[in-house]
Nanobody, 118 residues
Framework: QVQLVESGGGLVQPGGSLRLSCAASGSDFNIYTMDWYRQAPGKQRELVAGITSSGSTNYADSVKGRFTISRDNAKNTVYLQMNSLKPEDTAVYYC????????????WGQGTQVTVSS
């Protein structure tokens, strides 16, 4: 099972940018689709963006054009570049490793807080 550690969260003003990182260890990074989820207080966890092992990406409508997901397979790391941040982007952001093969368990990181406020 892969272990995931997120970093890069913090407090940013509206319109600002942050880059989240998720470092993976303990398993073959290349067998996972990597996703970023977020959960705001009182709301359900939602998928923000995902990237397959081959590099195909998908985004929630609410972040299209503002967020970019990428991965560096050599560094076993996935990134989420967040631009033009809005107060409604405030949430705990979680990294998820979703296996593309049978018999492997998915993994979650511990989460990193992103707060967008003036």
């Amino acid at each position: 099972q892969v272990q995931l550690v997120e970093s890069g969260g913090g407090l940013v003003q509206p319109g600002g940018s942050l880059r989240l990182s998720c470092a993976a260890s303990g398993s073959d990074f290349n067998i996972y689709t990597m996703d970023w989820y977020r959960q705001a207080p009182g709301k359900q966890r939602e998928l923000v963006a995902g990237i397959t092992s081959s590099g195909s990406t998908n985004y929630a409508d609410s972040v299209k054009g503002r967020f970019t997901i990428s991965r560096d397979n050599a560094k076993n790391t996935v990134y989420l570049q967040m631009n033009s941040l809005k107060p409604e982007d405030t949430a705990v952001y979680y990294c998820n490793a979703d296996p593309e093969v049978w018999g492997v368990v998915e993994s979650w990181g511990q989460g990193t807080q992103v707060t967008v406020s003036s």
